[in-house]
């Protein structure tokens, strides 16, 4: 009996302690499951939001509507840091969290900047953050890296796209060469323009007139003339792709998709050497035609020298 009693006990306790341990087994599998679950809802939360990767502190914005004074509307660090929270910029900068891009929306307005007739929302590089005199050369080297694309565009009375600028390098005098020549600003030629034409990336620069001009001859800005252009071989359409422009003394280098390249090294490169520059990207769109826009996207944009 007292044998039976003991083989009984064993058998309640072996018992117990399996049921317990499915039990454990079970509350692992639920509590692991459960685990999984969450991460794929976190995972799908955060798949919802996604932000551009672009530092905007070395940065300002010119929008196409005018400030209190009646001039194109600007954004400069730090306040361009909140541009999402600024009213006036909302319409025409502002980001794309379902594609993690910040979109540029440019159409014919009355916010017109110096020396053109058409209107942007683009950005400006500032080496200083808020101080537009602090610039570089070529022979400081520069780099600039975009990864963006053409989100929407109107079409002119012939069916064709409108063209924008979405890159650009933009001479500048400095001040003692400005009152060199009696000039009104400090504006200067920009020495390169990428657009997107028609589906396609197109560039143009600037030549000497007369390659025998003086160096103070050369920072009038009549002294230099378009080049006919070059078109990258590809064709970009509204598909994401990356630009890439290298620039170091007498020479610029512009590349599409790390596969087509444009080199520029002259003596055009070389005279240009005597001005300063700065890096602008977005969307300077290239029409007055009514209700015509475009949209350009910008996924990465980043700079060095």
Known sequence: MKIFRKELLVFIITIFLSVNAACQTKKSSVTESESKIEKKKKKKRKGKVRLPDIDLSHWKVTLPVTNEKGKPYEIEPPEILDFAKNEKAKPYMYIDSTKGAIVFHAMPTESKTANTKYTRSELREQMEPGNNNVNWTFA?????????????????????????????????????????????????????????????????????????????????????????????????GFKKFTLEV????????????????????????????IFENYFKAGNYFQSRDEGAFSKVRYYELEVSH
């Open 140 to 236: 400081d080297g520069a780099y600039m890296k975009g990864k963006l694309a053409m989100d929407q565009t109107t079409k002119d009375s012939e069916g064709k796209y409108h063209r924008t600028i979405i890159m650009q390098i933009h001479g500048r005098l400095t001040n003692e060469q400005r009152d060199l020549i009696g000039a009104k600003d400090n504006n200067a030629p920009p020495i390169l323009k990428i657009y997107w034409d028609k589906g396609k990336v197109r560039i143009k620069t600037k030549e000497l007139k007369d390659l025998n001009a003086s160096d103070e001859e050369i920072l009038h800005e009549d002294a230099w003339g378009n080049d006919e252009g070059f078109n990258f071989e590809q064709e970009v």
């Open 246 to 273: 290298k620039v170091s003394e007498g020479k610029m280098v512009i590349i599409l998709n790390k596969s087509e390249y444009k080199v520029y090294e002259n003596i055009h490169m070389r005279r240009w050497g």
